[in-house]
């Protein structure tokens, strides 16, 4: 084995120190936390929607300290799977999209997070991607969050955060 691929295997050997969000269950990072809402709770892993209407933009942020898929354990990267093909399957026919585009890019935000975005032809930035193109928007009236966070607590049992 090479020095390289040796060190490489020591390091992912090695446990990483804790994110400073990740004392808790569902903690977020304040990047996450300040642009979206939290609808809910999956298993070990909460649900966000983007505070920006003009896309119907979820977030899904598992409970680890893993920063990318590669850190997973096969366990893990299934239940994360699984739970990203059920939100897209269930927003893709909430929000009617054309295309459900899903993404886990985490350069600004270091905290495992999967975006999970429904996508229409008629949207604010198509065909561009969101990031980046996305003009300001309004932020969601309560009712609608209550009403997203309502299917979602039904179609995937979801638990509901408090005050949605």
Known sequence: MSSSASSAVSAADSTPPAAPWAGEPGGLHPRLAA???????????????????????LILVPDTD???W??????????????????SITAGDY????????ASIGNEVPQMHIHVVARHENDACWPKP???????????????????THMLALALNMKAAAGT
């Open 130 to 148: 969101v990031w980046g193109h996305l003009p300001a928007g309004p932020d969601y009236p309560t009712e609608r969050i209550t009403a997203i």
């Open 66 to 68: 893993a920063r990318g």
């Open 35 to 57: 642009d979206c809402h939290l609808l809910g709770r999956l298993e070990r892993a909460s649900v966000l929607l983007h505070r920006n209407a003009r896309i119907a933009w």
């Open 95 to 102: 929000f009617k999209a054309d295309k459900m585009n899903v």
């Open 70 to 87: 590669h850190e997973l354990d096969d366990a893990e990267h299934d239940r994360i799977s699984g739970q990203v093909r059920d939100l």
